[in-house]
Structures are given as structure tokens and as C-alpha cells.
């Protein structure tokens, strides 16, 4: 997902596209101890894209927390 797509997205949105990002990387990791894993790097991107989507998420609760 492109980060200015990201930035976008209220809250509520960011928070749901967080839990499905940590359900697929849930299903991923399955995949990957069960050997039915073709690509280990889309562990990696997944993983990098629920680090960006918590820090726009704090981002905006400090935004907020400002205002």
C-alpha cells in the first residue's frame, strides 16, 4: 500500500487495515513453517507496511493530542 494512501485514511480505517495486514502475516508465517511458502520477502514487505501503518496511527493520535 503507497504511504500517501495511507496518510489519507482516517483512523478508523487505518486500525482495520492493521488487522488485516496482521492476519495475513499470521497466514503467511503459517505458510512459512509448513514449507507452502514461494515469496519469504512478502513476509518482510508485510511486515514493514504494519510498521508504517502503527506510526501513521501515532502520528495522528499526537496530532489530535496537540490539537
Known sequence: MEL???RE????EL??????MK????????QHVTGQLE???????LKR?????KT???EKELAKAEA
Not at 485514511?9 to 478508523?12: H, I, K, R, S
Not at 486500525?15 to 488485516?20: C, I, M, Q, S, W
Not at 492476519?23 to 503459517?30: S, V
Open 56 to 58: 501513521i496511527i501515532r
Open 49 to 53: 507496511d504494519i510498521a508504517r501503518v
Open 15 to 20: 486500525n482495520t487495515e492493521l488487522g488485516k
Open 39 to 45: 515469496n519469504p520477502v512478502q513476509m518482510r514487505e
Open 9 to 12: 485514511m482516517t483512523e478508523v
Open 4 to 6: 500517501k494512501k495511507m
Open 23 to 30: 492476519k495475513e502475516l499470521f497466514n503467511l508465517r503459517f
